[in-house]
Every structure is written in structure tokens, then in C-alpha cells.
């Protein structure tokens, strides 16, 4: 009598950004505000791994900014699912969304007074945080001084904020975000106050954040300059992921040869179509899609509905 041989058991497809640092899949995020219910994010997807620096783009309230919250643990999502170095950020208690925000990410704010303590020096207050999570003295020195130096502030080591310019200020708390060697560095338009040789120095601290500290980084801006210098580019309308934009080829101070552009498509299967081409080919509330063989057609319906 032959051996029975069992069927195979199905294949289990990986979990959505299974092998990313950051994972934002179908984020909603809903307040109110004077009594008006705003879906600031509206199933937003995106992934982040390891290693990326990736600028977050939008037009004012596109959402950027509520996103940078949520992974920064300021900001609770109302849905979905956010997921940062393994941590859920949609079901942590009080004292583990203090520990995250600790040590697992740093944040840096577009105004420089909001970043530092106006009665510390620089090498104060790049050592507080390292003192607040119990790091030994002469740890906390060494890493202050290592900080400080790398991000070409060591001169400030001394100085208060208002004996600093608005860049040292800004490198200062890159430096005091990076104190407890967070995974992700998160900065909310962090040279929106700067002229552009000053955004110029400030965007070099991320990068050097980036390659030569290892933080995985994610900078909001609408500074076209500065997005025009990292590999990736997200775009957010709506609440949603548009667009990205990716840089490849020999990159010298930034300068990509070779640049991409892609319209994002969430994991329900949706599009945005750039207001430019549903303007040129008036496209309204009913399109036309065909599949051909290697691509798909939309077309106008042909009718005035919208």
C-alpha cells in the first residue's frame, strides 16, 4: 500500500512591509477642530527601510506633518496600522510610548527655539537626554563632544541658543535628537527659517546623520531644494501617497544623473491622477480604463458628469 502524501500547505504571502523600519499601511488619522471633523491622513501607505533619508513633500494640509507626529509618537492614529523599528504605535501604553520617544526616535522642529533650552549650553543640552535615560557621565561626555564635533558645532559647545546663528541652532538639536542614538531621525521643516546657504549646512548635519551616524531619516519640507537631494521623494495630497520620485545613478553633492517619477498605488488598488493630466484630457468622476498588453489606457467618458 503506497504512502499517503498530504497536500501542501499555502503559501503565506509575507505581511505588508514585513522587512521595513517604518510601516504606515492604510493610516487614519481623524480630529476635530472647532467642531469639524478633518481626516488630516485618509489610508496613507508607505514604507521606510533601513538606511533611507526620504523627504516627505505636500502642499499645507496634504497631511506631512500630522504623519511626522504619528511616528514620532506625539500624535495617535485613529486607524490603520503604524509600525516603527516593531513597535505598534496604535497599542503602546503611557510608559512605553515615553521609552519610545526616548530612545527609539529623535525629532527636530522647524523653529530652532522649540528644540533647545535657552539657560543651556549646547553641550548641555545635547547631555540632558542621555541624562533623563540614565547614561553614565562619562559616556554622556564623550558622546556630546562626538556629536558636536561631527555635526561641526563643537565651537557652540559653550554657547547658549541666543549666541548661536539659526543653522548652529538647528545642528545643535539635530545633535541633542541624536543623543540616545534613535533609530529614525524625524525633522518637520527643519530649515523653513533658514536663507538657502544656511538650509544648505543644516540639510549636509541630516545627510551626515544619515551616512556616517546611521540613523535612518525622514525629513519633511517643502524646500524643493533640499527634497531635490535625497534618493527618494514622497509626495502626499490628500492625506494619501501620490507620488514618488527616485534618484539614482553617480550622485556628487547630492546631484542625481538619473531621476524617476511614479504615481503611488495604495494597497486598495487607488491612483491619484495628477491634476494636470485630469485637467488636459478632462477626466471627471467616471473614467474609462482598458487593459492592452503591457500597460493600462484611461480615458474621459465622454460625458459633463462630475
Known amino acids: 500500500m503506497g504512502e499517503l502524501s498530504l497536500p501542501a500547505a ?39 527601510h533601513e538606511g533611507e533619508m526620504v523627504a516627505i513633500v505636500g502642499a499645507s494640509g496634504s497631511g506631512k506633518s500630522t504623519l511626522l507626529q504619528v511616528l514620532a509618537g506625539v500624535d495617535v492614529p485613529t486607524a490603520g496600522r503604524a509600525w516603527v523599528a516593531g513597535h505598534d504605535l496604535l497599542d503602546m501604553s503611557r510608559s512605553e510610548r515615553v521609552h519610545y520617544r526616548r530612545s527609539l526616535v529623535g525629532f527636530v522642529r522647524q523653529q530652532a527655539a522649540r528644540n533647545l533650552v535657552p539657560y543651556l549650553t549646547a553641550r548641555q543640552v545635547v547631555d540632558l537626554p542621555m541624562t533623563i535615560a540614565g547614561v553614565p557621565r562619562r559616556e554622556r561626555k564623550g558622546r556630546a563632544s562626538e556629536l558636536l564635533a561631527t555635526l561641526g558645532v563643537d565651537h557652540c559647545a559653550d554657547r547658549r541658543p541666543a549666541e548661536m546663528s ?16 534613535p533609530r529614525v531621525l524625524l525633522a518637520d521643516e527643519p530649515t523653513g527659517e533658514l536663507d538657502s546657504e544656511t538650509a544648505r549646512e543644516v540639510f549636509e548635519a541630516l545627510r551626515t546623520a544619515n551616512r556616517v551616524l546611521g540613523a535612518t531619516v525622514v525629513v519633511v519640507t517643502h524646500d524643493v531644494a533640499v527634497s531635490g537631494q535625497v534618493a527618494r521623494t514622497v509626495a502626499i495630497r490628500d492625506g494619501r501617497t501620490s507620488s514618488e520620485v ?35 484630457l478632462e477626466l471627471t468622476r467616471r473614467v474609462r480604463l482598458a487593459l492592452t498588453e503591457d500597460h493600462v489606457e484611461i480615458r474621459s467618458d465622454g460625458s459633463d458628469a462630475t
Do not use: F, K
Not at 523600519?21 to 491622513?41: F, K, M, T, W
Not at 534618484?247 to 495604495?266: K, L, P, W
Open 10 to 48: 499555502p503559501t503565506r504571502e509575507p505581511e505588508y512591509g514585513h522587512d521595513a523600519l517604518v510601516v504606515c499601511d492604510n493610516l487614519v488619522r481623524i480630529y476635530q477642530s472647532d467642531g469639524i471633523e478633518v481626516q488630516a491622513l485618509q489610508g496613507l501607505d508607505l514604507l521606510v
Open 166 to 181: 539659526g543653522g548652529e541652532q538647528q545642528r545643535v538639536a539635530i545633535c541633542v535628537a541624536l543623543a540616545n542614538q
Open 246 to 280: 527616485l534618484r539614482s545613478g553617480n550622485q556628487t553633492e547630492g546631484v542625481h544623473s538619473i531621476v524617476e517619477e511614479y504615481a503611488v498605488m495604495d494597497r486598495a488598488g487607488r491612483v491619484q491622477v495628477p491634476r494636470e493630466y485630469r485637467e488636459a
